[in-house]
C-alpha cells in the first residue's frame, strides 16, 4: 500500500504563489504515475494535473495550464505543484494521487490517494 502526504497549504491572498508538497512511501515512487487534484465545497473532485514516472509526460487542465506547475524529485519521492497567480476560484482541498498506469485526467485509474490540504485565496 502506497501512502502519500500532502503539504503546503494554506491562506493566500489573491495574485499569490503556492507550493504543495506530497510525499511518498511504502512503494516504488520512480515507477508511479502522480497527478494533483482538486474539490471546492459542494462541488466534484476535478483534474488539475499529472506527471508520467520519468517526468517526459505532463498534462495540465485547460484552466490551470500556464499558471501551475508539476514537478517530481524521485531522489525525495515527493512529486510537487507550484501555483502562481492564485484567484479565489483556486480555493478548494487539493489531493494528490499516484496511478500504476497512465498519465491521465481521469479519477478511476488512480489507485492511491492522499488525505488532502486546504488551500484558501482570499481576495
Known amino acids: 500500500q502506497v501512502q502519500l502526504v500532502e503539504s503546503g497549504g494554506g491562506l493566500v491572498q489573491a495574485g499569490d504563489s503556492l507550493r504543495l508538497s506530497c510525499a511518498a512511501s511504502?512503494?516504488?515512487?520512480?515507477?508511479?504515475?502522480m497527478g494533483w487534484f482538486r474539490q471546492a465545497p459542494g462541488k466534484d473532485r476535478e483534474f488539475v494535473a499529472a506527471i508520467s514516472w520519468n517526468g517526459g509526460r505532463i498534462k495540465y487542465a485547460d484552466s490551470m495550464k500556464g499558471r501551475f506547475t508539476i514537478s517530481r524529485d524521485n531522489v525525495k519521492n515527493t512529486v510537487y505543484l507550484q501555483m502562481s497567480s492564485l484567484k479565489p476560484e483556486d480555493t478548494a482541498v487539493y489531493y494528490c494521487?499516484?496511478?500504476?498506469?497512465?498519465?491521465?485526467?481521469?479519477?478511476?485509474?488512480?489507485?492511491?490517494w492522499g488525505q488532502g490540504t486546504q488551500v484558501t485565496v482570499s481576495s
Open positions: 494521487a499516484a496511478s500504476n498506469t497512465v498519465v491521465t485526467s481521469s479519477i478511476r485509474p488512480y489507485d492511491y
Open positions: 511504502g512503494g516504488t515512487f520512480s515507477r508511479y504515475a
